[in-house]
């Protein structure tokens, strides 16, 4: 068909939950739930656009012609976040960008759309999806992103056929007034799921590949329901490795991003001349048959991310971040941050971009001014962009305190220089176990910077993080 896909990316916060803690401490309630594996939980500063961020980053040079953000857990409603995300990965302006939503097959539809048009995209999918504490979707559910970036003919993974059903199959719905899911009986849903819709896509899509179903090698898979690939592959009659099952016992359900993570997976995992068949569920259907030709970069580190993490043992701790629980956080906790849509204008995609200006002495400062920085300069001077998001850094002094409010203390900060020289002084996150110490090497992790809870606003800038992540075995 002349297209596949270039590369992949994915993304998973640090923090893991183990299901087996958390259904022991309900187990009083008698309520029924995942017990086994870890759900991936996100920092209070991170939402469905920061994850979606991270994942694409390492896709987007050089820029591609589009962009396109899907997610059902979306924090704004009527303002276009993948605007918000092409400034904050530099690309630049004449990007098309496009918001997908309301179905968890959003991200599957827009990269057969990027593919059968033939195009050079970057399709990212974000959740953070709410839920209702001590319910099954609690724990089932989990916090991730993952992006894909087409390409032509020469791609490592090509699409050789393909189908799509649409059915309005309501296995479970959110609303305005409904805002976490409410879901139907599992039974019907697997019966309805597996005849009517994933059985005929998947024949189909085996079909338009020139294949049969036997070929697949790997699969990645959606399920709406537990058990409904299983039930396709036996009568089928076929055993391919099912990759989205292993994401979701390692990192739970990731919504839109689910079967693009478990494509992630599943292209670690398979060789050349392999089939790998992708499965999007939400509404209908989205089946795709992938050859495999060559390593896709970016798919060993997406299947190397499910084993990292950091333990989550405190349960209140995840509730507080679910937003299950709202703690009383006292008098600092009061103050509100107004971002003026002016201010944003003038120096917002200098900010989340993170671009920075260096002089020609060649001195880089954050953010620009006027008068560069440098005492030896006596006059104005335009300064060059230089990008800080994607450097490492070293921290030159830190600090943990509790009288600054954060939703998750303590907070901690510092003052961090770049290899170019540039100093800034900006938030640490995702501290280890044993705190952060000066000398310490960070990355930059976009994040919400502010949020307006009253006015339904948040704005975004980057943190530094340690640079590298612990085993989750070991952590």
């Not at 974000?126 to 319910?135: A, D, F, H, N, V």
């Not at 309501?170 to 976490?180: K, N, Q």
């Amino acid at each position: 068909m002349g297209s596949g896909i270039k590369a992949i990316g994915g993304y998973l916060p640090l923090l893991r939950l183990d299901r087996k803690l958390a259904a022991r401490e309900l187990a009083w309630s008698g309520l029924g739930m995942p017990r086994a594996g870890f759900r991936a939980v996100a920092d209070w500063d991170e939402d469905s656009l920061t994850l979606a961020v991270e994942a694409a980053r390492g896709l987007a040079s050089p820029a591609p012609a589009a962009f396109r953000f899907a997610s059902t857990s979306a924090y704004f409603t009527d303002r276009a976040q993948s605007g918000i995300a092409v400034d904050a990965l530099a690309l630049p302006r004449s990007t098309r960008a496009t918001d997908l939503a309301n179905s968890r097959r959003a991200g599957t539809s827009a990269l057969l759309d990027a593919l059968l048009s033939g195009s050079d995209e970057i399709i990212a999918a974000g959740e953070k999806r709410p839920t209702q504490p001590g319910s099954a979707a609690q724990l089932a559910y989990g916090d991730g992103a993952a992006a894909v970036r087409t390409g032509g003919a020469e791609s490592p993974a090509r699409l050789v056929g393909h189908a799509s059903l649409t059915h309005d199959l309501v296995d479970h719905y959110t609303s305005r007034d409904h805002p976490t899911p409410y879901a139907y009986e599992e039974r019907f849903v697997r019966d309805i799921a597996v005849a009517e819709l994933l059985l005929p896509a998947v024949r189909a899509a085996c079909a338009s590949a020139g294949i049969e179903p036997a070929a697949l090698a790997h699969v990645a898979c959606a399920d709406p329901v537990s058990g409904c690939w299983k039930a396709v592959a036996k009568k089928l009659k076929i055993a391919p490795v099912e990759h989205c099952e292993v994401v979701s016992q390692k990192a739970g359900d990731l919504g839109a991003a689910h079967a693009l993570f478990g494509l992630g997976v599943a292209l670690a995992s398979a060789k050349a001349g392999d089939f790998v068949l992708l499965v999007g569920f939400g509404g209908g259907v989205d089946a795709l048959v992938f050859e495999v030709v060559a390593p896709v970069p970016g798919a060993a580190e997406m299947a190397a991310m499910l084993d990292e993490g950091e333990r989550l043992a405190s349960i209140t701790r995840f509730l507080s971040l679910t937003g299950s629980i709202a703690l009383d956080w006292g008098m600092r906790a009061e103050f509100e941050q107004k971002a003026q849509a002016t201010v944003l204008e003038r120096v917002g995609r200098d900010m989340i971009g993170f671009i920075g200006g260096r002089d020609s002495l060649g001195n880089v400062q954050f953010p620009k001014s006027f008068y560069p920085v440098n005492p030896a300069l006596t006059h104005p001077e335009e300064l060059a962009d230089v990008r800080l998001a994607d450097l490492t850094a070293k921290v030159v002094s830190v600090t943990a305190d509790r009288l600054n409010f954060s939703p998750d203390p303590p907070f901690h900060f510092g003052l961090v220089q770049f290899e170019n020289g540039a100093r800034v002084l900006m938030e640490l996150v995702n501290a280890p176990q044993t705190g952060f110490a000066v000398g310490d090497h960070v990355r930059m992790r976009l994040r919400i910077k502010s949020q307006h809870a009253r006015l339904g606003f948040r704005t975004y800038f980057w943190k530094a993080a340690p640079l590298a992540r612990p085993q989750l075995g070991e952590a």
